[in-house]
Structures are given as C-alpha cells and as structure tokens.
C-alpha cells in the first residue's frame, strides 16, 4: 500500500496548485474515484489538478521526495480501472482536465499540438477546421482526453487504415517520475538516439510517465465517404468480404466491422430512435465505410464490389448509405452495442485480437468452449474484424441470478478466453489497456520474456514506483 503524503506535502500542494488545482473534499472527488464500469471504486487523499506542463513537474518533484503515489486520470472513461487509485486512501488522483489547450494546428504539414485535457471530439472539430481531421474515434469521443488516449494506445473503428494512436503520435511530451520534463514534440522523421521513449510512453497507461501533450497526424478531411450494411451468415464469409475489399478497394477502406444479430437485438430494444437497416434477420452484419476524395468514384467501387459478392452468395442483403444522416445511423447501431449489453445485465467484456485470419475460428470455437466448461454461459463478438480486435462479451445463463454467477465464475470464464486467445498467438488486450483488471492474468498467462522487460523498464525509470501503482505490471 503507498504511504500517506504528509501534512505538509499536502499544505504544499494546496499553496502551489491554488483552489482550482487542488481539492481534498471527499464528496467533491467522488465522481472521479470510480471508473467508468463501476467496476473499482477507490479513495484518494486530494485531487490535483495542474493547469500546466510546469505545474505537472512541480507536482511529481514534490510527490518523488517523499515517494507520494500519484494516479494519472484523463477523461476517466477507461475500461480496466486505469485510472482509478485504490481504496487505501493514501494515494493521489492527478487529473490532466484543466490542460485542455490546443497549442497549434499546422495545416501545411498535417500536424497539431494538443494538451493531455483536450476531449477527442473537440479536437474533431478543431481540425475539420483546418480541412483536416484526425483519424482516430470511438465511443466515448466525447469524453475521451488526448492523454488519456495515448497512455492507454487506445485503438477505434479507424485502425484498418490509419492504425492506433501509436501510429498517429508523432511527438509526446511528458513528466517523468522524477519530475523532469521530456520535451519529444518535435515531429522529427528520423530519430536514432536508441530506444523511442515516445513509444514507450504511448502505451504505458502512466506508470513511466505523465503525458501531457501530443504532436498528432493528421489527414485530409474525407470529403466523400460511402458506407454499407450488409447481411452475411458467418464470420468466415465476413473475412472473405474484408479480403475481397482489400483487393480491389484498398487503403479507402477505412472501417469494417462485424456484429451478430443479438447485438443489433439488444440495441434496438434499449436505445431510443434506431432501427434495423435491413428489415429481415440475419446471423451477422457487416458495417463496412470507405473514405477518399470523389464520391461517385467510392460509391462505384463499393456497388460493383458489393453486387459481385451478392451474386456469389457471399452475402445475403446489403443497404448503401444515400447520406450522412444514413452513415450515422449506422455508426450509431454500431456505436451503441457497449451501452445496450449493459442494459441487458451484467456481463463479463473482454477486448481480445489475434491474427485476422483466425478470427472466425475464435468466434466461432471460444462460445463452444465456454459453454463445455460453463454451462449455459453465452458469448458475443462484435467490433473491428478488419484488424483482428472484437469486443468478446460472456453472458450469465438465462434465468440465473447474473451477478451471482458471475461473482462465481467470472475469474475462471476470462482465464479461458485469453487463454484461447494467446494459444492462437493473440493479445489480451486489444486496445483498453492492462489497467488493474487484467494485470494478475497478464501476469499469470503472457510470455514471461515480455513481463521481465516490462518490469526492467518500470523499474530503470520510476524505481520508486511513484506513478500509477498497481496498474498494468503492478
């Protein structure tokens, strides 16, 4: 357990940070203290809130002489408890909110500058300001911060063709643990003085380092996308389509992603104002959208694509987007899955890839197998088949007592899907990060090579293990 900041740490805090940087209120630190699941609840000695990259260094020298946790939190809309201190009492929340400036914006060469606090959709609009957009979006775009987003390497519906936020940082800067400011903002091409701390640090979910700004790619605003519903009866045939897309479309297929119709189920009867594309039920969906420059010319290529497949049976049905009214509904059934699953109850959510080609095979083998060892136990897969990620949620038995059953099984129930996932040579993590849900199975399962690097590296940079303890390696 970290040790309690002293009187003094804390009066010294206060005085450096002012009343808007600083609070120790319980009640008015609650909604922070909580991550977004509900999942882990902690408590914190004090909420600081630096206004600026100087404040966030102060901080962390104050804290390191006397070895004080502090816990990095964004727009604490993580999904592994990432950002959420422990429930000791003695460890400090740092929220990046405050820092919400965008420094810069250079259209020229498609890069900007933006603060840790910056929310993702602000920082859509920003761009598309500047005929430019960034390429990276999710679900809780609209509380989802720019620190947040590259400590955790957070991934998205785009990944197929701009790849995560790693690929999309090109500079980072960044507080280390013993206070020392790491200035990597510039968006050099070439770099070779040995190890990327940039890329270390993208990922890193704060434990080497607090993140408080970026450089970022950005890319022309797509000014003609088309985007497709389609019906199909597997996975397989699923793959199938993204490889026949692939070939003949290419780098203007920006997102492909698959859902059962149980998800599609689930969305309509919780989520006010949707409805189902294609009027009949099918096993499966596809949501697939390309991006470019001439609409005729996408519209085209997706329609001749679309109606080969259609003629050789590889898929059953399909509605073309006619607008961007209709491209959003779309995303919006998409979109919605996360929060209609909650509606149905509880449920265990695993954010799992492997190898795109073996894919249907986990889809369609890991239910089987959950099913053998938990009886009645229900799997659904859904999200970014275009590259290897689905979001894998295991549901109660009908008829039982949920949160029971899984107080009871759930340990066992995730053990056996990340182990299916790395025997086909896959990750147990996705894209939400390690956080403090999945660090014991990480430990338990992941090549013990990689975990003897990881803790090498948090042990060389915060020897002291001041910065988000008990997170991602412990």
Same mark, same amino acid.
């Given at each position: 357990?970290?040790?309690?900041?002293?009187?003094?740490?804390?009066?010294?805090?206060?005085?450096?940070?002012?009343?808007?940087?600083?609070?120790?209120?319980?009640?008015?630190?609650?909604?922070?203290?909580?991550?977004?699941?509900?999942?882990?609840?902690?408590?914190?000695?004090?909420?600081?809130?630096?206004?600026?990259?100087?404040?966030?260094?102060?901080?962390?020298?104050?804290?390191?002489?006397?070895?004080?946790?502090?816990?990095?939190?964004?727009?604490?809309?993580?999904?592994?408890?990432?950002?959420?201190?422990?429930?000791?009492?003695?460890?400090?929340?740092?929220?990046?909110?405050?820092?919400?400036?965008?420094?810069?914006?250079?259209?020229?060469?498609?890069?900007?500058?933006?603060?840790?606090?910056?929310?993702? /959709?602000?920082?859509? @609009? =920003?761009? #598309?300001?500047?005929? %430019? +957009?960034?390429?990276?979006?999710?679900?809780?775009?609209?509380? &989802?911060?720019?620190?947040?987003?590259?400590?955790?390497?957070?991934?998205?519906?785009?990944?197929?063709?701009?790849?995560?936020?790693?690929?999309?940082?090109?500079?980072?800067?960044?507080?280390?643990?013993?206070?020392?400011?790491?200035?990597?903002?510039?968006?050099?091409?070439?770099?070779?003085?040995?190890?990327?701390?940039?890329?270390?640090?993208?990922?890193?979910?704060?434990?080497?380092?607090?993140?408080?700004?970026?450089?970022?790619?950005?890319?022309?605003?797509?000014?003609?996308?088309?985007?497709?519903?389609?019906?199909?009866?597997?996975?397989?045939?699923?793959?199938?389509?993204?490889?026949?897309?692939?070939?003949?479309?290419?780098?203007?297929?920006?997102?492909? /992603?698959?859902?059962? @119709? =149980?998800? #599609?189920?689930?969305? %309509? +009867?919780?989520?006010?104002?949707?409805?189902?594309?294609?009027? &009949?039920?099918?096993?499966?969906?596809?949501?697939?959208?390309?991006?470019?420059?001439?609409?005729?010319?996408?519209?085209?290529?997706?329609?001749?694509?679309?109606?080969?497949?259609?003629?050789?049976?590889?898929?059953?049905?399909?509605?073309?987007?006619?607008?961007?009214?209709?491209?959003?509904?779309?995303?919006?059934?998409?979109?919605?899955?996360?929060?209609?699953?909650?509606?149905?109850?509880?449920?265990?959510?695993?954010?799992?890839?492997?190898?795109?080609?073996?894919?249907?095979?986990?889809?369609?083998?890991?239910?089987?197998?959950?099913?053998?060892?938990?009886?009645?136990?229900?799997?659904?897969?859904?999200?970014?088949?275009?590259?290897?990620?689905?979001?894998?949620?295991?549901?109660?038995?009908?008829?039982?007592?949920?949160?029971?059953?899984?107080?009871?099984?759930?340990?066992?129930?995730?053990?056996?899907?990340?182990?299916?996932?790395?025997?086909?040579?896959?990750?147990?993590?996705?894209?939400?990060?390690?956080?403090?849900?999945?660090?014991?199975?990480?430990?338990?399962?992941?090549?013990?090579?990689?975990?003897?690097?990881?803790?090498?590296?948090?042990?060389?940079?915060?020897?002291?293990?001041?910065?988000?303890?008990?997170?991602?390696?412990?």
């Amino acid at each position: 357990m970290s040790p309690a900041p002293s009187p003094d740490l804390l009066a010294r805090l206060a005085a450096l940070l002012g009343p808007k940087g600083y609070m120790a209120d319980p009640d008015s630190m609650a909604p922070w203290l909580t991550d977004w699941r509900g999942k882990y609840t902690g408590r914190a000695a004090a909420m600081l809130s630096p206004g600026s990259t100087e404040e966030v260094a102060a901080v962390v020298r104050l804290c390191a002489a006397e070895q004080a946790a502090l816990v990095p939190q964004g727009g604490n809309s993580g999904m592994v408890g990432g950002a959420t201190p422990d429930p000791g009492g003695n460890q400090l929340l740092l929220s990046l909110r405050r820092m919400n400036r965008i420094r810069s914006i250079d259209a020229a060469a498609q890069v900007a500058v933006a603060e840790a606090g910056v929310i993702l /959709e602000n920082f859509h @609009h =920003a761009a #598309l300001a500047h005929g %430019l +957009r960034f390429p990276l979006t999710l679900g809780g775009k609209g509380s &989802a911060t720019i620190g947040g987003l590259v400590s955790t390497n957070a991934g998205g519906t785009q990944v197929l063709r701009h790849g995560t936020m790693r690929a999309l940082v090109a500079g980072i800067e960044a507080v280390l643990p013993d206070g020392s400011i790491f200035d990597g903002l510039a968006p050099l091409k070439k770099d070779n003085r040995g190890y990327d701390l940039r890329h270390l640090l993208c990922g890193a979910e704060g434990t080497l380092g607090i993140v408080t700004a970026a450089t970022l790619h950005l890319v022309p605003a797509a000014i003609a996308h088309c985007t497709a519903w389609i019906a199909i009866d597997s996975p397989e045939q699923a793959l199938r389509l993204l490889r026949q897309l692939d070939a003949s479309i290419g780098r203007e297929l920006e997102g492909f /992603e698959i859902i059962p @119709h =149980a998800c #599609l189920d689930a969305v %309509l +009867r919780h989520i006010p104002q949707t409805r189902a594309p294609i009027a &009949a039920p099918h096993p499966w969906y596809v949501l697939a959208e390309l991006a470019g420059d001439n609409q005729q010319e996408l519209s085209d290529a997706l329609e001749r694509q679309l109606a080969t497949a259609l003629n050789a049976g590889l898929i059953r049905d399909v509605v073309i987007a006619k607008n961007d009214r209709e491209s959003d509904d779309f995303w919006r059934l998409r979109d919605s899955i996360s929060e209609a699953e909650r509606a149905e109850g509880p449920a265990l959510q695993h954010d799992v890839s492997v190898p795109v080609d073996l894919m249907p095979t986990f889809i369609a083998d890991n239910p089987a197998r959950l099913a053998a060892a938990f009886p009645g136990a229900r799997a659904l897969s859904f999200g970014h088949l275009g590259d290897g990620n689905v979001h894998h949620h295991v549901q109660p038995p009908v008829g039982t007592d949920g949160a029971a059953w899984l107080a009871k099984h759930g340990a066992g129930v995730s053990r056996l899907v990340y182990a299916h996932v790395i025997e086909l040579g896959g990750s147990l993590s996705a894209e939400h990060g390690i956080g403090q849900l999945k660090r014991d199975v990480m430990a338990e399962l992941d090549s013990p090579a990689r975990l003897a690097a990881l803790r090498a590296i948090k042990a060389g940079l915060d020897p002291a293990g001041i910065l988000n303890p008990g997170k991602l390696i412990g």
